[in-house]
T-cell receptor, first 120, second 116 residues
């Protein structure tokens, strides 16, 4: 299957600093990537949809000015957590969508390994 | 609107026993359904997916799932559990449309425990 990487795999930062997380599709191009957030022992919650060359679409309740998403190329999307605070500590997972089928009507999301963020 | 319900936050089975993880969905359109597995501190790995072809879907690691429209279910099974199957399992749903779909809606997950 398609491979998605994330960097860094974990990061510790001080409160008030900004952290950038990269999501790359290694062997395919992805016009759409997704960013999820997962709290301990909970499910994944979709934060935003990242579209190459256009603005990201944020889910309700997600602050777009705090979680900046840039999808400048077909293989890279970045999530920047600005002015991070301890409540932003979480596991952030990205995925890249691959469309299949004759009309592109089927999709599969391939997930990155995740980035664990700890804000002190 | 879509939703996924996974019955049982924890399931414990003995090694070699049948694994059954339950998933029920709600969707206003014919759904695509997925099962993902997550090992500790890792991302999600796709186990299998239903995309309206065959109702019985076979996945990796010996897992399979059956789509039952009448029951709005997509339960995951494996005939014989192995210690390496211990992980968190997520059921997810995606709406079908001619132009593709958006982000997945996940269930809360089921933690599978394998007893020796």
């Amino acid at each position: 299957g398609a491979v998605v990487s994330q960097h860094p795999s974990w990061v510790i930062c001080k409160s008030g600093t900004s952290v950038k997380i990269e999501c790359r599709s290694l062997d395919f191009q992805a016009t759409t990537m997704f960013w999820y957030r997962q709290f301990p022992k909970q499910s994944l919650m979709l934060m935003a949809t990242s579209n190459e060359g256009s603005k990201a679409t944020y889910e309700q309740g997600v602050e777009k000015d705090k979680f900046l998403i840039n999808h400048a190329s077909l293989t890279l999307s970045t999530l920047t957590v600005t002015s991070a605070h301890p409540e932003d500590s979480s596991f952030y997972i990205c995925s890249a969508r691959v469309r299949e089928g004759l009309a592109g009507e089927q999709e599969t999301q391939y997930f990155g390994p995740g980035t664990r963020l700890l804000v002190l | 609107a879509q939703s996924v319900t996974q019955l049982g936050s924890h399931v414990s089975v003995s090694e070699g026993a049948l694994v059954l993880l339950r998933c029920n969905y709600s969707s206003s359109v014919p759904p695509y359904l997925f099962w993902y597995v997550q090992y500790p501190n890792q991302g999600l790995q796709l186990l299998l997916k239903y995309t309206s072809a065959a109702t019985l879907v076979k996945g990796i690691n010996g897992f399979e799932a059956e789509f039952k429209k009448s029951e709005t279910s997509f339960h995951l099974t494996k005939p014989s559990a192995h210690m390496s199957d211990a992980a968190e399992y997520f059921c997810a749903v995606s709406p079908y449309s001619g132009g593709g779909a958006d982000g997945l809606t996940f269930g809360k997950g089921t933690h599978l425990i394998i007893q020796p």
